[in-house]
């Protein structure tokens, strides 16, 4: 009898620790996406070790955003673009929503891009063919598949990110080495490394993340039924349950991307690779994997292509999600993953064009890997004015109440905004 009980005990918080898994987790993975990956791998071989550290100090930071973008989403019950609309002028609303959509809209095709390149090299199928198949793929699981299945998707492709971790710790590695540089910073004051290390910000403290995480809770509040009468029923357990989620993920997103930059030192920098300009040169960092195996160099490929189109399919409809929230709540539009097309109609419709302006940009002659990276150094210059708004209303006691941030979260916000900001001036200082 006490065995089953026992059993029944553990089963029980299996699935209350697999149950805070909610849009924290699904926000950290679709951070480490193609545009990630890339952006990681290239600096891991063009700098060696130089910006290992960076994953460890850039943690706090995108934990303290993506907390507060999810707070303010689960206090107001609205998206960030609604909130925004409501304490903010047009001019103000209008600019951060433009940043967000061309933001988005320059990632999806760059994703796109990239899935294309990464299964070429495991079928001989055109590029042309390739980017519409997977542009056809994602917008009809987008929007015919329920939230709830469709969120249990996108929470199973981040498992195509072990790859990383695997390679990493298979492999011989310096590691008093590696561990020192993980924690002493490096700083070079020249354009190729602050035009990476942009990147870097960029890729990892994303606009788009902030809007769909704060959309992504109104999601999951739904869901739950608490929000009654147009207002959220929210209680500190909600908040402390929520930060547990944003927490794991952020960890694991973090501990991805050290694992990548690591990997790209060891096996592309030392190897003489210092550039990567094909999806082949990026493959080529997940070799020692299985390195004993017949035939490595081409399951190398194979678990990157679908390490890379995994992600895609998780960071696609993200981008073009976090886009569509922010338009919607600009024309008060129905915005929701779960109601179907007919009662969303604008919604999807943003979706819709957002992913195949997207798909266009990839035949216009601009490389799809180093798309990746110029995506990355993008988004670490648009998410500067962002994150001081979410500072602004994650701070404001009119529009939180007793739930604003605290004096550790504010800090770190503002630290995070000055560290962005202070990465993109002296990019262009350098330049």
Not at 306 to 325: D, E, K, Q, R, W
Request: net charge positive; with cysteine.
């Amino acid at each position: 009898m006490s065995v089953k009980h026992n059993i029944r005990s553990a089963t029980r918080k299996i699935k209350e620790f697999f149950g805070l898994f909610g849009p924290g987790i699904t926000t950290g993975a679709a951070d480490d996406d193609p545009s990630g990956i890339a952006t990681y791998s290239q600096t891991g071989a063009q700098f060696g070790y130089g910006q290992l550290w960076t994953a460890l100090y850039m943690l706090p930071f995108m934990t303290a955003v993506q907390e507060a973008c999810a707070r303010i989403g689960m206090v107001t019950g609205k998206g960030l673009t609604a909130v925004i609309k409501d304490h903010y002028n047009k001019k103000v609303l209008y600019a951060s929503v433009g940043l967000v959509v061309i933001a988005n809209t320059i990632n999806i095709g760059a994703d796109i891009g990239a899935m294309a390149a990464a299964a070429q090299l495991l079928i001989p199928v055109h590029f042309v063919v390739l980017t519409v198949s997977f542009t056809i793929l994602i917008l009809l699981l987008e929007i015919f598949m329920s939230y709830r299945v469709y969120s249990k998707v996108l929470k199973w492709l981040a498992l195509s990110l072990l790859a990383y971790p695997l390679t990493a710790f298979i492999i011989d590695q310096p590691w008093a080495e590696v561990l020192k540089a993980s924690v002493v910073p490096h700083f070079e004051f020249s354009f190729s490394f602050l035009f990476i290390i942009t990147g870097v910000f960029g890729t990892t403290i994303t606009p788009y993340m902030f809007f769909w995480q704060a959309s992504q809770e109104v999601e999951e509040e739904k869901e739950k039924g608490l929000i009654r009468d147009g207002k959220p029923r929210i209680r500190w357990a909600h908040i402390h349950a929520m930060r547990k989620d944003n927490n794991i993920g952020m960890i694991i997103s973090e501990f991805t991307t050290w694992c990548i930059i690591l990997v790209g030192g060891t096996v592309l920098h030392k190897s003489g690779v210092t550039d990567i300009g094909t999806a082949a040169d990026a493959a080529r960092a997940l070799e020692p994997l299985v390195n004993s195996f017949p035939n490595s160099g081409l399951l190398s490929k194979m678990i990157f292509a679908i390490g890379i189109i995994g992600l895609g399919m998780l960071a696609v409809p993200v981008l073009s999600g976090s886009a569509s929230y922010a338009v919607s709540e600009v024309f008060n539009w129905d915005a929701s993953l779960g109601l179907k097309f007919k009662k969303a109609k604008g919604f999807y419709m943003v979706i819709i064009l957002s992913t195949l302006i997207g798909l266009a940009m990839n035949f216009i002659g601009i490389d799809p890997v180093k798309a990746l990276v110029y995506t990355a150094v993008l988004n670490g210059v648009a998410a500067v004015p962002l994150l001081f708004l979410i500072v602004r209303i994650s701070t404001s006691e009119q529009i939180m109440g007793d739930f604003k941030s605290g004096w550790l979260s504010k800090g770190l916000l503002w630290a995070t905004f000055i560290v962005m900001a202070a990465a993109s001036i002296a990019m262009f200082a350098a330049f």
